[in-house]
């Protein structure tokens, strides 16, 4: 198996044992993301919708950074820690999504790291 690990500044360097994304082939996988700000490491301020909006920020750049874009993805999951902000989740994605849109999953979750209320990741493929 050929994979190459995906990395950028443009979004949180890894907090553990991970990488930001790995590509075997056509098909990239993208680590999950929660809202923290690249610059400082630090969880964006703000409600749930900032901290949706800083999400797909950081996993646009990921995307960005292995050759695709958010639009490349087929398949996202979506944990959040209060099932509640499920709507916000659908009105942000709107704004980084176009149709045909990814499959998808909403997972909810007792908590998440850093105290984050959402994390996302995704699969892509490329081609």
């Known amino acids: 198996m050929n994979k190459t690990i995906i990395s950028t500044p443009d979004a949180p360097q890894a907090i553990g044992t991970y990488s930001q994304a790995v590509r075997v082939g056509d098909t990239v996988y993208l680590s999950g993301q929660i809202p923290l700000v690249p610059a400082t490491m630090q969880m964006v301020e703000g409600d749930i919708a900032a901290q949706v909006r800083q999400v797909f920020e950081n996993l646009s750049a990921v995307a960005k950074a292995a050759g695709g874009s958010l ?46 209320e959402v994390e996302v990741d995704a699969i892509m493929v490329l081609g």
């Open 71 to 116: 639009n490349d993805c087929v398949k996202v999951h979506v944990f959040l820690t209060d099932l509640v902000n499920f709507p916000v989740v659908n009105q942000v994605m709107a704004e980084y999504f176009v149709e045909p849109y990814p499959a998808r999953a909403a997972i909810g979750v007792a908590s998440l790291p850093r105290g984050a």
